[in-house]
């Protein structure tokens, strides 16, 4: 079988060029990026290495509790990332936000290893790391904007809320279309990212699979599981937060708290 082409140091030293060039462009129109691309690519570097050298020591144990451990501490820096997108520092969201990717992330990525590729165990390091990570990564986005949503209206229309609130309504009546909104908009950037599958832009996971010798069209396959599971995980997630978050911005007594 035809194996992937090596990248040698060099070779990502080259590549290094195209943030150069960004630099220079921040610096030439002071769009104050320069930091911002710097750490960037050294966290990006750092970290991705990290976790190839993790990698290596997860599949050589292949022990179902660190390999589920590996997931949830992937999972926790996730929600860490959507805590510090969301402008609101009053509530502390990150508990929900945590404990609601938690059990959607783990709820799909059992799905996708256990029942449709049905992987022999279904925890298989090699696997339910980069399937999980692929569900992780493209769910941080929804999350983030739904509950930012979310809040964003409370703020905007405390006025409207409280009001309703005064004659009699509930917080989940109060805030009822704030949650479907919030809910809608989390869902979109998936939705919209199906519409261009295979015609716009080849993804990740198909293109890696490609060059490194796969059948295109097995690697079409699980482009297309990846797609469906990525929409899925991004409904049940930010459905979760954004009900959890709003159980948190009202007191007992139905006050608005944001």
Avoid at 154 to 165: D, G, I, M, T
Avoid at 238 to 246: A, G, K
Wanted: glycine share 6%.
């Amino acid at each position: 079988m035809q194996t992937a082409t090596d990248i040698s140091m060099s070779g990502l030293l080259f590549a290094a060029v195209f943030i150069l060039l960004a630099g220079i462009v921040s610096l030439r129109l002071h769009l104050k990026l320069e930091k911002d691309l710097f750490w960037g690519t050294v966290r990006t570097i750092t970290q991705l290495f990290l976790m190839g050298y993790i990698l290596r020591f997860i599949f050589v144990l292949d022990t179902w509790y660190l390999i589920l451990l590996l997931y949830v501490v992937m999972i926790a820096f996730a929600a860490s990332i959507a805590k510090g997108r969301i402008k609101e520092k009053t509530l502390n969201v990150f508990l929900p936000t945590f404990l609601s990717m938690l059990l959607s992330y783990m709820v799909v990525t059992w799905f996708m290893t256990a029942v449709i590729v049905q992987v022999q165990p279904w925890w298989e390091a090699k696997y339910f790391i980069p399937l999980g990570g692929m569900v992780i990564g493209n769910s941080i986005s929804a999350v983030a904007i739904s509950v930012e949503r979310l809040l964003s209206d409370l703020r905007k229309r405390r006025a409207e809320v409280e009001l309703h609130l005064s004659l009699g309504a509930t917080a989940s009546q109060a805030s009822g279309d704030f949650f479907r909104g919030a809910v809608k908009a989390g869902m979109i950037p998936s939705i919209t990212a199906m519409m261009g599958v295979g015609l716009v832009w080849l993804p990740g996971m198909m293109t890696g699979q490609i060059i490194a010798g796969s059948d295109p069209l097995l690697a079409v396959r699980y482009q297309i599981m990846i797609m469906l599971m990525l929409v899925g995980s991004a409904t049940i997630a930010t459905i979760l937060v954004v009900y959890f978050v709003r159980q948190k911005c009202f007191a007992a007594d139905h006050r608005l708290l944001v």
